[in-house]
């Protein structure tokens, strides 16, 4: 087997190799990102900014209760410290604010019921784009296997190269001038 | 069948669900009313409160317990609110002596605003002040004007986003009171 007959398999592989390591880092990253989140004892201004901005400010567009200057807002992150102080755990505070607005208020939907297809859906894209690629990369690697390549052709055998010298004489014979 | 026809009749079949789904949430959404907005608290018992009225009288909801009442949030500096309140005021005036309380909460507004408004508006019914919107939060509001009305066994049973229409609440109303009566 040539060189030129190997370069699409190692292409492919290549690739394959590369989507691996594209995904492995995008893996260590989240990791990370998601430690970084868990340090210790946070203090109450620090808890109620951590529940705040996990909910959404009712009166606003896309903004968190942390990040709001609206006076709602402010009087939401008030009510959180004061829970806080009354000794309501985060999660009561959060499934207070969930009882009253609904799931809505939360800024990451609840992975149950409906909304967790927002978690599935993005699951079985990623497995159905592998797959894809899976399929696709295979067929590249198919493909010059299938296709005659030049170099491996048999080699002609007597009779037929007595028949092309002889037509190729007589094309010489039939244009002199040429 | 080739694989070619199969593959693409597979193809037509997912257009024709996605396309369906797609319509059929259309449709359904578009005949809702977008005033009569969902809310968790529809069917609860709606969340007690006890506020200052304007003229300093404390105000308990649940001693309205079986009359049917109407919550309504408003502010001064609304001017949807202006919008609505003769409607709040005319079903005030038609209901109360049929065991139907109109209650206005007062949203982040100054008393001296809020009294001068009623004032000026010939508000008759309770007005209550949520200075703190601690109640405002209890009903999930979003906004301004916003009403609930509740059952008289305490439970909300409609929630209104924006000016309420009197010949809906009048409505909602009348057949609440045929339905205690029965």
């Given at each position: 087997?040539?060189v030129?007959?190997?370069?699409?398999?190692?292409?492919?592989?290549?690739?394959?190799?590369?989507?691996?390591?594209?995904?492995?880092?995008?893996?260590?990253?989240?990791?990370?990102v998601?430690?970084?989140?868990?340090?210790g004892?946070p203090?109450?201004?620090q808890?109620?900014?951590?529940?705040?901005?996990?909910?959404?400010c009712?009166?606003?567009?896309?903004l968190s209760v942390?990040d709001?200057?609206?006076?709602?807002?402010?009087?939401?992150?008030?009510?959180?410290a004061?829970?806080?102080?009354?000794g309501?755990?985060?999660?009561?505070?959060?499934?207070g604010f969930?009882?009253?607005?609904?799931d809505?208020?939360?800024?990451?939907?609840p992975k149950?019921?409906l909304?967790?297809?927002?978690?599935?859906?993005?699951?079985?894209?990623?497995?159905a784009?592998?797959?894809?690629a899976v399929?696709?990369?295979?067929?590249?690697?198919?493909r010059?296997e299938a296709?005659?390549v030049?170099d491996?052709a048999?080699?002609?055998?007597?009779?037929?190269?007595?028949?092309?010298?002889?037509?190729?004489?007589?094309?010489?014979?039939?244009?002199p001038?040429? | 069948?080739?694989?070619?026809?199969?593959?693409?009749?597979l193809l037509?079949g997912?257009?024709?669900?996605?396309?369906s789904a797609v319509?059929?949430l259309?449709s359904?959404?578009?005949?809702?009313?977008?005033?009569a907005?969902?809310?968790?608290?529809?069917?609860?018992?709606?969340?007690d409160?006890?506020l200052?009225?304007?003229?300093?009288?404390?105000?308990?909801?649940?001693?309205?317990r079986g009359?049917?009442?109407?919550?309504?949030?408003?502010?001064?500096?609304?001017?949807?609110?202006?919008?609505?309140?003769?409607?709040?005021s005319?079903t005030?005036q038609?209901?109360?002596?049929?065991?139907v309380?109109v209650?206005?909460?007062n949203?982040q507004?100054?008393?001296?605003?809020?009294?001068?408004?009623?004032?000026?508006?010939?508000?008759?019914y309770?007005?209550?002040?949520d200075?703190?919107?601690?109640?405002?939060?209890?009903?999930?509001?979003?906004?301004?004007p916003e009403?609930?009305?509740?059952d008289?066994?305490?439970?909300i049973?409609?929630?209104?986003?924006g000016?309420?229409?009197a010949?809906?609440?009048t409505?909602q109303?009348n057949?609440?009171?045929s339905a205690?009566?029965q």
């Open positions: 087997m040539t030129r007959a190997i370069l699409p398999r190692v292409r492919a592989q290549l690739s394959v190799i590369l989507i691996l390591l594209a995904m492995l880092a995008a893996g260590i990253t989240l990791a990370v998601a430690m970084r989140g868990r340090g004892n203090s109450e201004a808890q109620v900014q951590q529940i705040a901005a996990e909910l959404h009712p009166v606003c567009k896309d942390a709001s200057p609206a006076p709602l807002a402010r009087q939401m992150r008030e009510q959180i004061q829970k806080l102080r009354a309501e755990s985060p999660d009561q505070i959060r499934a969930v009882a009253a607005y609904g809505s208020v939360l800024m990451s939907p149950r019921g909304s967790a297809a927002v978690y599935v859906l993005p699951t079985i894209v990623i497995a784009g592998l797959v894809f399929t696709l990369v295979r067929r590249w690697v198919r010059p296709e005659p030049e491996d048999a080699p002609m055998s007597a009779s037929d190269r007595r028949a092309v010298r002889g037509a190729v004489a007589r094309l010489r014979q039939e244009e001038d040429q | 069948m080739s694989y070619v026809t199969r593959r693409r009749a037509l997912v257009v024709v669900v996605v396309v319509a059929v259309l359904v959404g578009l005949r809702r009313d977008p005033s907005a969902p809310s968790p608290l529809i069917g609860r018992i709606a969340p409160f006890t200052s009225q304007l003229d300093g009288k404390p105000f308990t909801l649940s001693t309205l009359q049917v009442v109407v919550v309504n949030f408003w502010a001064s500096w609304c001017t949807e609110c202006h919008t609505e309140q003769p409607a709040l005319q005030w038609r209901f109360q002596d049929s065991g309380v209650v206005g909460v949203f507004d100054t008393t001296d605003d809020a009294i001068d408004y009623v004032r000026k508006a010939g508000v008759s309770p007005v209550v002040e200075s703190d919107s601690r109640t405002a939060l209890a009903y999930g509001l979003r906004g301004i009403t609930f009305v509740i008289r066994t305490g439970r049973a409609a929630r209104i986003i000016p309420v229409d010949t809906k609440l409505n109303i057949s609440m009171l205690g009566e």
